[in-house]
């Protein structure tokens, strides 16, 4: 068996131990005599397992009481119609702020039920920075404010929580919940698709504060209706069950780890050393601003566009796969999640080397 550091960014790597330990339960549950996909939602087996993965979710966010933790389907795309259908509360507004593509879907979803107002917007430098608390233009009248903590595609993350002044702060964490420890009491709610940091692909995290939800706008479909997911423990429906037992097991190794401080340590040094290398190379470029430079996903340029190929082609001979940069910005770009060891980011950096020393 040959495993390759995959630098998707998302679905992406999940730790090895955890997928051993889902393949050593695969058949047969802790003597349950079935796998977990085969268990009802509503059994006793499935509900210790849906229990332990919210328990040590909390534990390792330390999410305080009054927040609700929702594990639902339909990915973070759906949170862009549910936030506003939820968070709205009879307002008319809401203020989002624009870094990037991710930030760019959000808003155009929330324009179908509310005004967007445009708080601040970082296109004119090409979305390669994020707008200083100073540049935020806050309005009285929005119900919340949404931003896009890490942009994903650019590689774009805020160094500093926006202050929203009591107003409710949403955020769409999908690409670096979990990276690090988080004051989840700043925000009103925060969404995360699973794919990249927390499990599989299928699921996806919601931690909600409890006083905002149960006010959805007229007509809002009982699937995107917080308040019946939060009265039902994520299971008005059958849940992604597999997904949320898969999160659970990456959330126990999280905390074998050490929990999210060990693990911001690792990323930091994963982070720093690669985007180190890029500037000292004098071949690959990154143009985000440094303060802004994301920790888990990497862009970068070659010199010329007909390299590109042959790195992808040698990185792929060398175990390192899945570096093609977004479609909309080419290049390369990798994604170092949690679950990338720092060899991996290790065997990237000499790669890297190798190949400017023979194309440059
Ligand atoms: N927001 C961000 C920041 C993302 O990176 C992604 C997926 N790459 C999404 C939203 C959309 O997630 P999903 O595919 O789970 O709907």
């Given at each position: 068996m040959s495993r390759v550091f995959n630098f998707s960014a998302g679905p992406a790597m999940l730790p090895q131990s955890v997928i051993e330990r889902a393949r050593a339960e695969m058949l047969d549950w802790r003597g349950s005599g079935m796998s977990v996909m085969e268990m009802s939602h509503r059994g006793k087996e499935y509900m210790s397992i849906a229990a332990k993965a919210e328990a040590d979710l909390r534990e390792l966010l330390a999410i305080p009481s009054h927040y609700k933790v929702l594990f639902l389907q339909g990915g973070a795309s759906s949170q862009f119609a549910m936030v506003p259908m939820n968070l709205l509360r009879g307002m008319g507004a809401a203020d989002y702020i624009n870094t990037g593509d991710w930030s760019i879907r959000a808003i155009h979803e929330a324009e179908k039920y509310c005004k967007v107002n445009v708080a601040a917007t970082t296109k004119a430098d090409n979305f390669t920075s994020v707008p200083s608390q100073a540049e935020l233009k806050l309005s009285s009248d929005a119900a919340y404010v949404h931003y896009c903590?890490?942009?994903?595609?650019?590689g774009v993350e805020f160094p500093y929580i926006p202050e929203t002044h009591g107003i409710p702060l949403v955020a769409d964490m999908s690409s670096t919940l979990l990276s690090r420890p988080l004051d989840?009491?700043?925000?009103g709610l925060i969404y995360a698709g699973a794919q990249k940091n927390i499990g599989p692909a299928g699921l996806c995290v919601v931690i909600v504060r409890e006083d905002l939800i149960g006010k959805t706008i007229p007509g809002t479909p009982t699937m995107f209706d917080y308040k019946i997911h939060a009265d039902n423990e994520s299971m008005y429906n059958t849940p992604a069950t597999y997904s949320w037992y898969l999160a659970g097991l990456v959330f126990e190794w999280l905390k074998e780890l050490g929990g999210l401080s060990a693990m911001a340590a690792i990323n930091q040094r994963k982070a720093e050393k690669l985007y180190a290398a890029i500037d000292s190379s004098g071949f690959y470029t990154n143009p985000v601003a440094r303060e802004c430079r994301s920790w888990m996903n990497v862009p970068f340029m070659l010199?010329?566009?007909?390299f590109n190929e042959h790195f992808l082609k040698e990185a792929k001979e060398a175990g390192l796969t899945t570096l093609k940069g977004h479609r909309l910005l080419g290049g390369m770009r990798a994604s170092i999640y949690n679950a990338m060891p720092e060899e991996g980011v290790d065997a990237l950096i000499a790669f890297m080397a190798d190949f400017a020393r023979r194309y440059g």
């Amino acid at each position: 068996m040959s495993r390759v550091f995959n630098f998707s960014a998302g679905p992406a790597m999940l730790p090895q131990s955890v997928i051993e330990r889902a393949r050593a339960e695969m058949l047969d549950w802790r003597g349950s005599g079935m796998s977990v996909m085969e268990m009802s939602h509503r059994g006793k087996e499935y509900m210790s397992i849906a229990a332990k993965a919210e328990a040590d979710l909390r534990e390792l966010l330390a999410i305080p009481s009054h927040y609700k933790v929702l594990f639902l389907q339909g990915g973070a795309s759906s949170q862009f119609a549910m936030v506003p259908m939820n968070l709205l509360r009879g307002m008319g507004a809401a203020d989002y702020i624009n870094t990037g593509d991710w930030s760019i879907r959000a808003i155009h979803e929330a324009e179908k039920y509310c005004k967007v107002n445009v708080a601040a917007t970082t296109k004119a430098d090409n979305f390669t920075s994020v707008p200083s608390q100073a540049e935020l233009k806050l309005s009285s009248d929005a119900a919340y404010v949404h931003y896009c903590p890490n942009e994903t595609i650019r590689g774009v993350e805020f160094p500093y929580i926006p202050e929203t002044h009591g107003i409710p702060l949403v955020a769409d964490m999908s690409s670096t919940l979990l990276s690090r420890p988080l004051d989840v009491s700043k925000f009103g709610l925060i969404y995360a698709g699973a794919q990249k940091n927390i499990g599989p692909a299928g699921l996806c995290v919601v931690i909600v504060r409890e006083d905002l939800i149960g006010k959805t706008i007229p007509g809002t479909p009982t699937m995107f209706d917080y308040k019946i997911h939060a009265d039902n423990e994520s299971m008005y429906n059958t849940p992604a069950t597999y997904s949320w037992y898969l999160a659970g097991l990456v959330f126990e190794w999280l905390k074998e780890l050490g929990g999210l401080s060990a693990m911001a340590a690792i990323n930091q040094r994963k982070a720093e050393k690669l985007y180190a290398a890029i500037d000292s190379s004098g071949f690959y470029t990154n143009p985000v601003a440094r303060e802004c430079r994301s920790w888990m996903n990497v862009p970068f340029m070659l010199p010329r566009e007909e390299f590109n190929e042959h790195f992808l082609k040698e990185a792929k001979e060398a175990g390192l796969t899945t570096l093609k940069g977004h479609r909309l910005l080419g290049g390369m770009r990798a994604s170092i999640y949690n679950a990338m060891p720092e060899e991996g980011v290790d065997a990237l950096i000499a790669f890297m080397a190798d190949f400017a020393r023979r194309y440059g």
